[in-house]
C-alpha cells in the first residue's frame, strides 16, 4: 500500500525531467522566427523589441565563436550584432515617439546596450591580445550608441562620457572672482 504512492511520485518525476526542457525551449524565439517577426511587424517598438533579441542570439553566437576559438566567424558576428543593434535605435529614432515621455522600447534598448558591452569586455579579456580589436570596437560602437540612447531619454542632462562620472556643475555668484565674463 505504502509503495504505490511512491511509483506514482516516481512517475510525475520521470515526466516531468522529460518535458521541462521542451518547455524552457518554447520561450526561445529562433533567429528565423525573429526574421520573419521583425519583416512583418507594423509597431515599431515590437519591431525594435524584436531587434534587440535577434542582437542578444547574435551575441551568444558571437561569445560561443570566440570561445571555440574561431575568431574570423566573431568578428563577422560582430558586425551582424552592431548592424542589428543599430537598426532597432534607427526604428525607435523613426518611430516618432519621443524617449523622455515614452520610454518603451528606448529603455528596453539601453538595458540591452549597457548588458552587451559588459559581455563583449568579458569576452575580450579571455581573448588573445592581438584578436581584442574588433571586440573592443563593437564595444565602443555599442557604447558610443547607448550614450545617444540615454540623451535621447534624459534629454536635460550632461551628454555622458565613454568613462568616468559626470562633473560637477559649479554655480558662481555675480560679482565673485570665479564669475565667468
Known amino acids: 500500500m505504502a509503495r504505490k504512492p511512491w511509483t506514482v511520485l516516481s512517475v510525475w518525476l520521470a515526466v516531468g525531467v522529460i518535458l521541462l526542457p521542451g518547455w524552457r525551449a518554447m520561450g ?23 531587434e534587440i533579441k535577434l542582437a542578444s542570439l547574435k551575441l551568444t553566437q558571437v561569445r560561443e565563436a570566440y570561445s571555440q576559438g574561431h575568431i574570423e566567424e566573431g568578428a563577422k558576428l560582430l558586425v551582424t550584432l552592431t548592424d542589428t543593434t543599430k537598426a532597432s535605435w534607427k526604428i525607435l529614432q523613426n518611430s516618432g515617439r519621443r524617449a523622455s515621455k515614452q520610454p518603451e522600447g528606448f529603455r528596453e534598448l539601453e538595458i540591452a ?14 581573448v588573445d591580445f592581438y584578436d581584442r580589436a574588433p571586440l573592443e570596437n563593437a564595444a565602443q560602437e555599442l557604447e558610443k550608441m547607448r550614450g545617444e540612447v540615454l540623451h535621447a531619454l534624459f534629454p536635460g542632462a550632461p551628454p555622458r562620457t565613454l568613462k568616468g562620472p559626470v562633473p560637477p556643475q559649479t554655480v558662481t555668484s555675480p560679482g565673485s572672482p570665479t564669475e565667468v565674463r
Not at 39 to 44: D, I
Not at 113 to 126: A, K, N, P
Request: net charge neutral.
Open 113 to 126: 546596450l549597457r548588458e552587451d558591452v559588459r559581455t563583449l569586455q568579458d569576452v575580450g579579456r579571455t
Open 28 to 50: 526561445r524565439d529562433t533567429e528565423e522566427q525573429l526574421l520573419q517577426r521583425i519583416q512583418s511587424e507594423q509597431n515599431p517598438v515590437k519591431k525594435a523589441k524584436d
